[in-house]
């Protein structure tokens, strides 16, 4: 299994301001995923971002309320970019263990983010 | 697109006795199926999957069954434990590339000691 880190593990941040999370990931892969939990909720994906390309993002997210960069093949970061209240929400990394698709996904532990 | 649904929300048994969550998708063409247990301030654990050319799969106190044709998949869970007290998460995807999880809502199981 993938060891990820991510940093914060949670920060209360102001309205307007903007905060990125970084995610580590003790293996080279292909895929990396950043999801949202918003509070009593299921996991929402926001982008897929792989190495040396744009990240792709879903419906509803955009890139510039949720930049990602993915330097390299074990650490990608996520901007939550001029926050409002309606961002707090759990976020997640998370890496596919096999590449090339959807095999087993393992997920960081979570960056907790209150907005005020 | 695919959707998840998952039933009940909520669900609450005696240490000791069995739990079994369900849940049904809508893609015929999905065909990986997880199982994701959440304790409370951690992130999603993978606990177990199956893929669509099985009917079951055990690892120790817990299995899957997966029914293609009613297109349901479900989560059974032998001798509880208060450990076992935690949110858990099924999913359904195509798996391959550029495939994606949808996950169900979550169920939120306690184990009463």
């Known amino acids: 299994s993938a060891v990820i880190s991510q940093k914060p593990s949670r920060d209360i941040c102001q309205r307007g301001t903007s905060l990125t999370i970084q995610c580590q990931v003790d293996?080279?892969?292909?895929?990396m995923f950043w999801y949202r939990q918003q509070p009593g909720q299921s996991l929402t994906l926001i982008a897929t971002?792989?190495?040396?390309?744009?990240?792709?993002?879903e419906s509803g997210f955009v890139i510039d309320k949720f930049p990602i960069s993915r330097p390299n093949l074990t650490f990608s970061t996520l901007t939550v970019s001029n926050m409002s209240p309606e961002d707090s929400s759990i976020y997640l990394c998370?890496?596919?263990?096999?590449?090339?698709?959807?095999?087993?996904?393992?997920f960081g532990e979570g960056s907790r983010l209150t907005v005020l | 697109g695919e959707n998840v649904e998952q039933h009940p929300s909520t669900l609450s048994v005696q240490e000791g006795d069995s739990a079994v969550i369900k849940c049904t998708y809508s893609?015929?063409?999905?065909?990986?199926f997880p199982w994701y247990k959440q304790e409370l301030g951690k992130g999603p654990q993978l606990i177990i999957d199956?893929?669509?050319?099985?009917g079951e799969k055990k690892d120790q106190r817990i299995a899957v069954t997966l029914n293609k044709t009613a297109k349901h998949f479900s989560l059974h869970i032998t001798e509880t434990q208060p450990e076992d007290s935690a949110v858990y998460f099924c999913?359904?995807?195509?798996?391959?590339?550029?495939?994606?999880?949808?996950f169900g809502k979550g169920i939120t199981l306690s184990v009463r000691p």
């Open positions: 998370s890496v596919d263990r096999l590449a090339g698709g959807f095999g087993e996904l393992f």
């Open positions: 971002a792989n190495q040396g390309s744009e990240a792709t993002y």
């Open positions: 999913a359904a995807s195509r798996a391959g590339a550029n495939s994606k999880l949808t």
């Open positions: 293996s080279q892969v292909t895929m």
């Open positions: 893609d015929s063409a999905s065909n990986y």
């Open positions: 199956i893929r669509s050319n099985v």
